[in-house]
């Protein structure tokens, strides 16, 4: 019985391992972290579908990149008083962190 507890433990230990490495991995490009910030709110189809475009005059309002989907591709956003579509996109050392902006 404590083989399969251990069992069990070391293989979700090495899904939530390989999980990590995935977000690490896609949070290394902007476009990326835009599409991971997605799925995150729960949205997996539309960070597929979409393609974020980035939007050099909003840079110089934010000082910081800004990054925009189609709004075929927006969504509400998680407490509902708006619709997500524009994303800033902060670089802390080698990763990228996508959010909102309302």
Do not use: W
């Amino acid at each position: 019985m404590k083989s399969s507890i251990i069992k069990s433990r070391k293989f979700l230990a090495g899904v939530f391992f390989i999980l990590v490495i995935c977000i690490m991995i896609l949070s290394l490009s902007p476009k990326e972290s835009v599409r991971l910030r997605i799925a995150i709110d729960s949205h997996p189809i539309t960070a597929l579908k979409c393609h974020p475009k980035y939007f050099s005059k909003s840079e110089k309002y934010f000082r910081k990149p800004a990054y925009s989907i189609q709004s075929r591709y927006g969504y509400p956003s998680s407490d509902g008083s708006y619709e997500v579509y524009d994303f800033k996109v902060q670089k802390y050392v080698v990763f990228n962190f996508a959010e909102h902006i309302i």
